[in-house]
């Protein structure tokens, strides 16, 4: 499981995350399998920010992924995300995120270099840079990814390399 955000008035809360007690208990609902995509949806219904992995996993957000074509190695991918019904709050964290999409690329993994709390509406996706990281990386390309009824869709196309750390 992706390390989360977290925010707490707790003195005993690790550093650099930010959770509220209702995002807490929903990732650890998710975690334990106490909680289903349903229930996450439900939140974001009632206005409950969550993680942006929990709202691709609920089937409530599409991304669209940008590599530049003079960034070789795929370090930078240009996010645009968009909410897929109803505006929404998410929570984009430092820690590394795994997003689950369609084989043959089976995943994305990125870190925020900054924790932010984005509010999401049809007329603003939000626009954010973020670093891929691992060694399988897509190293260009243009494509869109969410999920539909608990299935990663893919739609573009990208090129997927072994790129060895610097």
Known sequence: MTAMLFASSSTNAPRGRICTPVAAAVVAFLAMGLATPATVALSAAQGTPMTLKAAYDSGLVMISVEIAA?????????LTIEPSDKPLTIIVPTETTTLTIEKPFDVLNFRAPAAQKIALTAEAPARLVVNQV?????????????????????????????????
Do not use: C, N
Request: glycine residues 12%; proline residues 5%; hydrophobic residues 35%.
């Open 70 to 78: 003079q960034d070789k190695r795929g370090d930078r991918l240009l």
């Open 134 to 166: 691992g060694e399988r990386r897509f190293v260009s390309g243009k494509f869109q990814i969410a999920m539909d009824e608990g299935k990663p869709q893919f739609v573009g196309s990208a090129t997927v390399d072994v790129v060895k750390p610097q």
